[in-house]
């Protein structure tokens, strides 16, 4: 007998779970069609600008078109896609457009950016692990 009472609140408490369950999928969807039609899109998120600390590297001899004019670059951290870099080079005057190369790097590097510009000069951008950043001038 007390098998029968046993069996008998089981099935009842499984019949009640799957009540609960089914008028909760409901609740939930009619929440998500409210969500959807009554809801502005979610805003994206902000990006953190820094001023990471800059070691610069010369390769070549810059000579190509002087005055050399200084620029801020506003890296993405190819690794990261919530951090911008605010990175001041300095450029020939007569680099105006730049080829933008980004990738995630090996071995200590976590990031490289490369500005290949017009007049021929190329600026690779390394985010170190740490946090700083070297800046390498090629083809100068």
């Known amino acids: 007998m007390k098998r029968n009472h046993f069996i008998a609140a089981i099935s009842f408490a499984l019949m009640l779970t799957a009540a609960v369950a089914s008028a909760d999928h409901a609740a939930t969807k009619t929440m998500a069609l409210v969500k959807s039609t009554s809801c502005p899109p979610a805003a994206a998120p902000a990006c953190n600008v820094y001023q990471p600390c800059v070691t610069y590297r010369h390769c070549g001899c810059c000579d190509l ?70 800046v390498t001038y090629r083809g100068c």
């Open 65 to 134: 078109c002087s005055p050399m004019v200084k620029q801020v670059l506003m890296v993405d951290d190819p690794c990261d896609c919530c951090c911008v870099a605010q990175i001041s080079v300095c450029l020939p005057a007569c680099c105006k457009a730049a080829c933008v190369n980004s990738k995630c790097g090996l071995f200590g590097r976590r990031g490289v950016v490369t500005y290949s510009y017009d007049c021929g000069v190329c600026v690779t951008i390394n985010f170190l692990r740490c946090g700083e950043v070297v």
